[in-house]
């Protein structure tokens, strides 16, 4: 691609108003983006704040919910590496409605931006998404994450002799990974209310305008969904030297 300067996101959405209901009772008088990783003193949206600012993001429109309160109190005394202006529903919109509403609120309606769920803990180049997006001229793009299965699986032959024991394989099929690229035209093709995966994405799957793209070999990534989730991160943390 030649001409114009690539156009990075420079803008983003947090998803942050979800009541963590699995993460009691760390919840119970937090959001779940205002959790902390343990040994870190850093809750999750700082963690994804802080990965959105060295990616080039320069403004953030975080979406609060559930002990909103909380999460502003948070924002207004942190000090934080880009802007940020908080929104807070005054009725359930759904998933698709809230990304709407919290769209509304970012300062260049005319320029592609971020989204994350602010439940995900990653790192992986922001910028490399935004050139796969914008190479497949698509309207949204969905990073996709290989997560390992919990259990330990169990090898065998065609005759049903135990071959292995594998320790958390990883998944055979992607998963949204929660992180988006997102075209400026996109706000408009989400409902005002209701759940934008189950009627925008499905739509422009059929028109061929959503792309999928593979987190690279190595990238960290981790759905902050359970208590056991925040033990695992803290033992990747420390085995990494993150």
Not at 48 to 60: I, K, R
Not at 81 to 103: D, S, W
Not at 127 to 134: G, I, L, S, T, Y
Request: aromatic residues 8%; negative net charge.
């Amino acid at each position: 691609m030649t001409g114009a300067p690539h156009p990075y996101p420079t803008q983003a959405v947090v998803l942050a108003g979800g009541q963590g209901s699995r993460l009691r009772p760390y919840t119970d008088d937090r959001p779940k983006p205002m959790v902390e990783i343990p040994g870190t003193g850093t809750p999750i949206i700082g963690h994804q704040l802080n990965w959105l600012a060295g990616e080039g993001v320069t403004d953030v429109v975080v979406s609060c919910g559930h002990l909103a309160g909380v999460l502003q109190e948070w924002l207004d005394g942190a000090q934080l590496p880009l802007r940020v202006t908080t929104v807070v529903e005054t009725e359930p919109l759904g998933r698709g409605g809230g990304l709407k509403y919290a769209a509304g609120s970012l300062p260049r309606p005319d320029e592609p931006w971020y989204a994350t769920n602010g439940d995900i803990w990653t790192r992986f180049p922001l910028r490399e998404m935004a050139a796969f997006h914008h190479e497949r001229a698509a309207e949204a793009t969905l990073a996709l994450a290989r997560p390992r299965i919990p259990w330990g699986a169990v090898e065998t032959d065609a005759f049903g002799h135990v071959l292995d024991f594998i320790e958390s394989p990883p998944s055979p099929y992607l998963i949204n990974a929660g992180v988006y690229v997102f075209s400026a035209a996109f706000t408009a093709l989400l409902p005002d209310r209701g759940d934008h995966e189950r009627t925008t994405f499905p739509r422009l799957a059929r028109e061929r305008r959503l792309a999928g793209f593979p987190l690279p070999q190595g990238a960290y990534w981790r759905a902050i969904d359970t208590a056991k989730d925040l033990t695992e991160a803290a033992k990747e943390l420390s085995a990494q030297g993150r």
